[in-house]
């Protein structure tokens, strides 16, 4: 099974995120969007696993979001990876706050026990809004900075849960299903 670990986003927020990319399109640069349905903040993806590692990864999770109150997510610029002039992913930026960044690095070690291989690039929290095509010239993405300074979401989330998610690739492209939603903070 393929499962991440993500932050989901209400269907209205979803819906504001994935509309960033409507004037990126306008303005001819070109992209593979991501769709409504699709978007998140991935805290940590993990890969194919068997069934049998599922139920103690879920458990981790719950751990983990349990140590941690909620919090607040403000969303920054629009940038991409490894750069605006060559981007493979054009993503929306969220603010690096404390407490994503030790709820990440806690996930990282509480997984790291259990076999699952730690991230060793810096985290550098996003969410997608889609992928350059491989045969996309440089020149096509030369208004990409411009029209995207102009772009915002200024919606401040609050993180209530972490959700477990299984992604199944399919002809029409990835399915993503919850698998656990773990709440934060506090039992009882």
């Known amino acids: 099974m393929r499962i991440f670990v993500a ?4 269907a209205r927020l979803r819906q504001k995120i ?3 990319s ?3 399109q306008e303005a001819g640069v070109p992209g593979r969007w991501t769709e409504v349905d699709h978007v998140h903040l991935t805290l940590k993806f993990i890969g194919e696993v068997p069934l049998e590692r599922v139920d103690p990864i879920a458990a981790a ?4 979001a349990g140590s941690f109150r909620p ?13 605006p002039r060559r981007p493979r992913v054009v993503w929306l930026g969220v603010e690096p706050t404390p407490e994503l960044r030790f709820i990440k690095d806690d996930l990282e070690r509480r997984l790291a026990e259990l ?3 730690r991230e060793e690039r810096p985290y550098q929290p996003h969410v997608t809004l889609g992928k350059a095509p491989r045969a996309a010239e440089a020149g096509e993405f030369r208004r990409l900075e411009e029209v995207a300074r102009s772009l915002r979401v200024p919606d401040v989330y609050r993180v209530t849960h972490l959700d477990l998610m299984k992604s199944q690739l399919g002809a029409e492209g990835a399915v993503h299903t919850r698998l656990v939603a773990a709440r934060m903070g506090p039992r009882g």
Do not use: D, Y
């Open 61 to 64: 999770l719950e751990e983990v």
């Open 22 to 24: 409507r004037p990126l």
């Open 18 to 20: 994935a509309r960033l």
């Open 115 to 117: 076999g699952i291989a």
């Open 71 to 83: 919090f607040e997510m403000k969303f920054g610029p629009i940038g991409a990876f490894p750069s």
């Open 7 to 10: 932050v989901n986003f209400p």
